[in-house]
C-alpha cells in the first residue's frame, strides 16, 4: 500500500526514541537495582562487615535520592500540558459539507479521518495531537486539522481538497502505536523544558535548584533523541506524501501555486491594512474576506497574475461553512489577538470595523492623529533646537489613535506651516521627536492572562524618518481632504489611500520624500496645486 515504506521508517525510529526512554528510566533504576542486590546478600549471609554495611546503606540512600528526582521528572513530564496552537475549533454542525469533505478525504486515503477541524489566521495547515484534560479517559484520539483560514476564502473547493490530502494521511501514522508514544514522550519533555525556563525566572529561589535537575533532564533527552525524532517525521511526512499521490494529484499542483499567491495577499493585507486599524483600536472584522478582495485587485493590476480572477466563478472552499461571516469574524479576532495583543472581545476602546466603513474609522482618523502629532512636535521642537526625551503621554491609553492635545492655536495648524519648517531643515530633530511620541503611544500590548499566547510582532520599529514621512503624508491628506474635496479611501494592497475624483492617487510619495530628506518642497507644492489644495488654510486635527 502506498506510504507504507515512509511509514515503516518512521516507526524503526520512533522505536528507537522509544529507546532512549527506556535507557534514561534503566538509568534511573539502576541504584535501586544495586541497593536490593546488597541488602539480598546481607540477607542470605554473604558480603557482611562494617565497610559493605555502609556500603549497603549509602547505596540505599542514593538510591532513594535517585528514584525520589526521577519521579519528580517523571510526574512533571507526563502531566505537562504541551503548547497548543491557537484557533478557531469549527464544529460539524458549523460547517457540515467541511467534515463530510475531509472524512471522504480520509476514506479515500485509507487513513483514520481527524478529530476535529480548526482554524488558524496564518496560510498553513497542520495536525496537532491534544492530550486529554486531567481527569479524562486515557486514550488515542485521532489528531485534530488545523486550516488557515485565507485557503478556506482564496482556494476553490477542488483545490482545498487536493491541498489537504498530505495532510489528512497524517493521521495514518498518528494511530501508530510506537508513534504516538514516542511524540508523546517529545512534547512532554518540551513541555518541561518550558515549566523549568518559566520556574527559574518566576519561582522562589529555594525551588530553583529543583527547577535547574528539570530543565537538565529534559535537555538531556531531548539531545538524545533529536536526529531520531527528526527522521521519524521526514518519514512520516513521505509516507504522507506518498500515499496522497493517487488524489487530485494535478490539483495538488495547481493548491501549491495558490498557497503562495494567498500567502503574499495575507502578509499584506496584515501589514498594510490590518495592522494600522489595529494600532487605532478597531479590528477589521472580515480579513478573510480582504484577502480575496486583495488578490482580485493584485490580479487586475499584475500581468503575471492574469487568470486567477477568473477561478472567482468557481465555488468557494468558505461555502463549505454553514455561516462564513461568523467564522470569519472570529478568526479576523484571534488574528488581532496573536499580532497585536488585542482584547478577546469587543469593547469602547477595541471594536470591529467593516470594510465599508474602514475609510472613515481608521484611515481618516490615522491621518488626523498623525497631523495632529506633527503640528505638537513642530510646536515643541524649533528651528535648531535638540529633541527632548519622550514624555508619558498626557491623554492616557483609552486616546489611543484618537489624536493628540495641541498646545498652539487652531490656526497654527496648516500644511503650509510643515512645509516652511521642513524646507528650512531640521528635520532630524523633527524625526526624533515623532519617533519618541509614537514608542510611547504604541507600545506593544502585554498578552492578557495567564498562558496567554505571546504577540507576534508583524514588523520591525519604524525609523524616526519613516516616520516623519508618513506624518507629513498624513497632513497633505488631510489638507487635501479639508480644501480639495478628496476623500479617504482603501488599498487593498497598500492601505490607506487617497481618492481624488473617485480614484486613489498613488503619486505623493516622492514629493513628500524629497522634502523630508532634501528640504526641497518645489515638488511637493507643484503637486498641491495642480490638486488644488489650499495649504494655508487651518486644518480639521480630530
Same mark, same amino acid.
Given at each position: 500500500?502506498?506510504?507504507?515504506?515512509?511509514?515503516?521508517?518512521?516507526?524503526?525510529?520512533?522505536?528507537?526514541?522509544?529507546?532512549?526512554?527506556?535507557?534514561?528510566?534503566?538509568?534511573?533504576?539502576?541504584?535501586?537495582?544495586?541497593?536490593?542486590?546488597?541488602?539480598?546478600?546481607?540477607?542470605?549471609?554473604?558480603?557482611?562487615?562494617?565497610?559493605?554495611?555502609?556500603?549497603?546503606?549509602?547505596?540505599?540512600?542514593?538510591?532513594?535520592?535517585?528514584?525520589?528526582?526521577?519521579?519528580?521528572?517523571?510526574?512533571?513530564?507526563?502531566?505537562?500540558?504541551?503548547?497548543?496552537?491557537?484557533?478557531?475549533?469549527?464544529?460539524?454542525?458549523?460547517?457540515?459539507?467541511?467534515?463530510? *469533505?475531509?472524512?471522504?478525504?480520509?476514506?479515500?486515503?485509507?487513513?483514520?479521518?481527524?478529530?476535529?477541524?480548526?482554524?488558524?489566521?496564518?496560510?498553513?495547515?497542520?495536525?496537532?495531537?491534544?492530550?486529554?484534560?486531567?481527569?479524562?479517559?486515557?486514550?488515542?484520539?485521532?489528531?485534530?486539522?488545523?486550516?488557515?483560514?485565507?485557503?478556506?476564502?482564496?482556494?476553490?473547493?477542488?483545490?482545498?481538497?487536493?491541498?489537504?490530502?498530505?495532510?489528512?494521511?497524517?493521521?495514518?501514522?498518528?494511530?501508530?502505536?510506537?508513534?504516538?508514544?514516542?511524540?508523546?514522550?517529545?512534547?512532554?519533555?518540551?513541555?518541561?523544558?518550558?515549566?523549568?525556563?518559566?520556574?527559574?525566572?518566576?519561582?522562589?529561589?529555594?525551588?530553583?535548584?529543583?527547577?535547574?535537575?528539570?530543565?537538565?533532564?529534559?535537555?538531556?533527552?531531548?539531545?538524545?533523541?533529536?536526529?531520531?525524532?527528526?527522521?521519524?517525521?521526514?518519514?512520516?511526512?513521505?509516507?504522507?506524501?506518498?500515499?496522497?499521490?493517487?488524489?487530485?494529484?494535478?490539483?495538488?499542483?495547481?493548491?501549491?501555486?495558490?498557497?503562495?499567491?494567498?500567502?503574499?495577499?495575507?502578509?499584506?493585507?496584515?501589514?498594510?491594512?490590518?495592522?494600522?486599524?489595529?494600532? *487605532?483600536?478597531?479590528?477589521?472584522?472580515?480579513?478573510?474576506?480582504?484577502?480575496?478582495?486583495?488578490?482580485?485587485?493584485?490580479?487586475?493590476?499584475?500581468?503575471?497574475?492574469?487568470?486567477?480572477?477568473?477561478?472567482?466563478?468557481?465555488?468557494?472552499?468558505?461555502?463549505?461553512?454553514?455561516?462564513?461571516?461568523?467564522?470569519?469574524?472570529?478568526?479576523?479576532?484571534?488574528?488581532?489577538?496573536?499580532?497585536?495583543?488585542?482584547?478577546?472581545?469587543?469593547?469602547?476602546?477595541?471594536?470591529?470595523?467593516?470594510?465599508?466603513?474602514?475609510?472613515?474609522?481608521?484611515?481618516?482618523?490615522?491621518?488626523?492623529?498623525?497631523?495632529?502629532?506633527?503640528?505638537?512636535?513642530?510646536?515643541?521642537?524649533?528651528?535648531?533646537?535638540?529633541?527632548?526625551?519622550?514624555?508619558?503621554?498626557?491623554?492616557?491609553?483609552?486616546?489611543?489613535?484618537?489624536?493628540?492635545?495641541?498646545?498652539?492655536?487652531?490656526?497654527?495648524?496648516?500644511?503650509?506651516?510643515?512645509?516652511?519648517?521642513?524646507?528650512?531643515?531640521?528635520?532630524?530633530?523633527?524625526?526624533?521627536?515623532?519617533?519618541?511620541?509614537?514608542?510611547?503611544?504604541?507600545?506593544?500590548?502585554?498578552?492578557?492572562?495567564?498562558?496567554?499566547?505571546?504577540?507576534?510582532?508583524? *514588523?520591525?520599529?519604524?525609523?524616526?524618518?519613516?516616520?516623519?514621512?508618513?506624518?507629513?503624508?498624513?497632513?497633505?491628506?488631510?489638507?487635501?481632504?479639508?480644501?480639495?474635496?478628496?476623500?479617504?479611501?482603501?488599498?487593498?494592497?497598500?492601505?490607506?489611500?487617497?481618492?481624488?475624483?473617485?480614484?486613489?492617487?498613488?503619486?505623493?510619495?516622492?514629493?513628500?520624500?524629497?522634502?523630508?530628506?532634501?528640504?526641497?518642497?518645489?515638488?511637493?507644492?507643484?503637486?498641491?496645486?495642480?490638486?488644488?489644495?489650499?495649504?494655508?488654510?487651518?486644518?480639521?486635527?480630530?
Amino acid at each position: 500500500m502506498a506510504g507504507e515504506a515512509g511509514e515503516a521508517f518512521a516507526r524503526a525510529r520512533a522505536l528507537a526514541v522509544l529507546r532512549v526512554r527506556g535507557a534514561a528510566l534503566t538509568a534511573a533504576l539502576l541504584p535501586a537495582a544495586a541497593a536490593v542486590l546488597l541488602h539480598a546478600a546481607a540477607a542470605t549471609g554473604r558480603l557482611t562487615g562494617d565497610g559493605w554495611e555502609a556500603a549497603r546503606w549509602g547505596v540505599t540512600g542514593a538510591a532513594l535520592a535517585v528514584l525520589a528526582v526521577s519521579a519528580a521528572v517523571a510526574a512533571v513530564i507526563a502531566r505537562a500540558r504541551p503548547a497548543v496552537s491557537p484557533a478557531v475549533p469549527v464544529p460539524e454542525a458549523a460547517a457540515p459539507d467541511l467534515h463530510r *469533505m475531509v472524512a471522504d478525504l480520509a476514506e479515500t486515503l485509507q487513513v483514520p479521518a481527524p478529530s476535529g477541524i480548526e482554524l488558524t489566521p496564518d496560510c498553513d495547515s497542520w495536525l496537532e495531537d491534544r492530550r486529554p484534560v486531567p481527569g479524562a479517559v486515557e486514550r488515542r484520539p485521532a489528531p485534530v486539522l488545523v486550516i488557515g483560514s485565507p485557503f478556506l476564502w482564496w482556494m476553490r473547493v477542488a483545490e482545498l481538497r487536493a491541498l489537504l490530502a498530505p495532510v489528512v494521511a497524517g493521521t495514518g501514522a498518528a494511530a501508530d502505536p510506537e508513534i504516538f508514544a514516542a511524540r508523546r514522550f517529545v512534547r512532554g519533555l518540551d513541555a518541561a523544558l518550558a515549566v523549568a525556563t518559566q520556574g527559574r525566572r518566576e519561582r522562589s529561589v529555594l525551588l530553583r535548584p529543583a527547577y535547574g535537575v528539570l530543565g537538565w533532564s529534559a535537555r538531556l533527552l531531548l539531545r538524545g533523541c533529536r536526529a531520531h525524532v527528526a527522521e521519524m517525521e521526514r518519514g512520516v511526512a513521505a509516507g504522507a506524501s506518498e500515499r496522497a499521490q493517487a488524489v487530485d494529484y494535478g490539483l495538488r499542483i495547481v493548491a501549491q501555486e495558490q498557497v503562495g499567491l494567498a500567502y503574499a495577499g495575507w502578509d499584506r493585507l496584515l501589514t498594510r491594512v490590518a495592522l494600522p486599524a489595529w494600532r *487605532m483600536g478597531r479590528w477589521p472584522s472580515r480579513l478573510d474576506a480582504g484577502v480575496v478582495a486583495a488578490l482580485t485587485d493584485l490580479s487586475r493590476r499584475d500581468r503575471l497574475a492574469d487568470g486567477f480572477e477568473s477561478r472567482l466563478g468557481e465555488r468557494p472552499a468558505c461555502d463549505l461553512l454553514e455561516e462564513p461571516g461568523v467564522v470569519d469574524e472570529a478568526v479576523s479576532l484571534l488574528a488581532a489577538r496573536l499580532f497585536h495583543g488585542g482584547a478577546r472581545c469587543a469593547g469602547p476602546d477595541w471594536a470591529p470595523v467593516s470594510w465599508a466603513r474602514y475609510p472613515d474609522e481608521v484611515v481618516d482618523r490615522i491621518w488626523r492623529a498623525e497631523a495632529a502629532r506633527l503640528i505638537r512636535v513642530l510646536d515643541e521642537v524649533r528651528p535648531g533646537r535638540r529633541a527632548a526625551p519622550a514624555a508619558a503621554p498626557e491623554y492616557g491609553p483609552s486616546a489611543r489613535g484618537r489624536g493628540v492635545l495641541l498646545d498652539a492655536e487652531p490656526g497654527n495648524a496648516t500644511l503650509a506651516r510643515v512645509i516652511d519648517r521642513l524646507a528650512a531643515g531640521g528635520s532630524e530633530e523633527l524625526a526624533a521627536r515623532i519617533g519618541a511620541l509614537v514608542a510611547a503611544d504604541e507600545r506593544p500590548a502585554e498578552p492578557a492572562g495567564p498562558g496567554a499566547a505571546a504577540v507576534y510582532e508583524l *514588523m520591525p520599529p519604524r525609523t524616526g524618518r519613516e516616520l516623519l514621512t508618513e506624518h507629513v503624508t498624513a497632513i497633505v491628506c488631510c489638507a487635501a481632504v479639508d480644501t480639495a474635496g478628496a476623500g479617504a479611501g482603501l488599498d487593498w494592497l497598500d492601505g490607506p489611500a487617497l481618492v481624488v475624483d473617485g480614484a486613489r492617487r498613488g503619486d505623493l510619495g516622492w514629493p513628500v520624500l524629497r522634502l523630508v530628506e532634501n528640504g526641497d518642497a518645489a515638488p511637493l507644492r507643484a503637486w498641491l496645486s495642480a490638486l488644488g489644495v489650499r495649504p494655508e488654510e487651518s486644518l480639521r486635527l480630530t
